[in-house]
């Protein structure tokens, strides 16, 4: 498997696990859920550790089987394939694969997917290549199946109280994201990545879905893995790297997480874009 061709702002710091275990099929796939059917057989693409992968993989059922892949080796799979013998799960296998790869990756495979799903993915792949990923995904889907998408848009992102170390914050996260190639406000390009892709427009079907930090716990969760990965995952790496903030800037925005964690009146609102693509 050659290196992976996602840049992933992040990395895998704990503090980004620990957000992307938190996810679910319902607080994070809810729009795909009418489509999941017994026996099907599924692809996640960038399934992180799994919460969301093993979630489909009870809805499948024990005759169906779900696949889900990550571009590079590392600690994240190992988590993964222990969550699913921790719950008993079996219809499920988690190995190594790349977006740009999946056709090559299952040509010997007799069966294609009938769902083929990616979860914030698309904003971290290099922008110009996204409609390439996305044809591999309807490649490897059987006709009648469906390519399904959910992608953050943080320039969407809003919070109270009104705070310009938040604005900081955002702003210096959607250039470090540009900076390794990605799109961070993905959310609103689904459809027109599509029907570059070659999706007829009426088999496009777009759909927003949100996330909200508010109550205490809620709040006090969400900023402090903020205010960690600032200052502890890839993201300070790659921000220091590309000279778009010094330490200093990075300690004020944790600060500012921080500080917004403790606000009574505290809220957070992430808007998602979502769609589904059905396979000809």
């Known amino acids: 498997m050659p290196e992976s061709t996602v840049i992933y702002t992040h990395g895998h710091h704990e503090s980004v696990l620990r957000s992307h275990s938190w996810r679910t099929a319902q607080n994070s796939a809810s729009y795909l859920l009418p489509y999941i059917k017994p026996n099907m057989h599924i692809l996640d693409i960038g399934c992180g ?3 969301i992968t093993l979630d489909f993989a ?9 696949t889900g892949i990550e571009p590079s080796p590392g600690d994240v799979l190992t988590q993964a394939r222990e969550t699913a013998a921790s719950r008993g799960i079996t219809n499920v296998e988690f190995k190594i694969g790349d977006i740009f790869e999946l056709e090559e990756m299952f040509s010997e495979q007799t069966q294609k997917f009938d769902i083929v799903h990616v979860h914030q993915v698309l904003q971290h792949i290099d922008r110009e290549r996204v409609s390439e990923a996305l044809m591999q995904m309807r490649a490897v889907t059987k006709p009648g199946g469906i390519v399904a998408v959910r992608e953050t848009d943080f320039a969407a ?33 689904l459809v027109s990545w599509a029907l570059k892709a070659g999706f007829a427009r009426d088999k496009i079907t777009a759909s927003a879905g949100t996330w909200c930090f508010s109550t205490p716990d809620q709040r006090d969760w969400w ?10 995952s890839n993201f300070k790496t790659t921000t220091l790297k590309s000279g778009l903030a010094d330490e200093e800037k990075l300690n004020r925005i944790a600060d500012t997480w921080t500080e917004w964690g403790k606000a009574e009146d505290g809220w957070f609102a992430i808007l998602n874009g979502e769609i589904i693509c059905r396979v000809d």
Do not use: C, K
């Open 223 to 232: 900023s402090r893995l903020w205010a960690d990965r600032t200052l502890s």
């Open 157 to 189: 992102m809003t919070w109270f109280p009104v705070s310009g170390g938040m604005a900081e914050w955002v702003d210096t996260y959607q250039l470090v994201a540009r900076a390794n190639g990605g799109e961070p406000n993905a959310g609103r390009r």
């Open 58 to 66: 009870i809805l499948i059922g024990p005759t169906g089987h779900i």
């Open 49 to 51: 550790p799994g919460t």
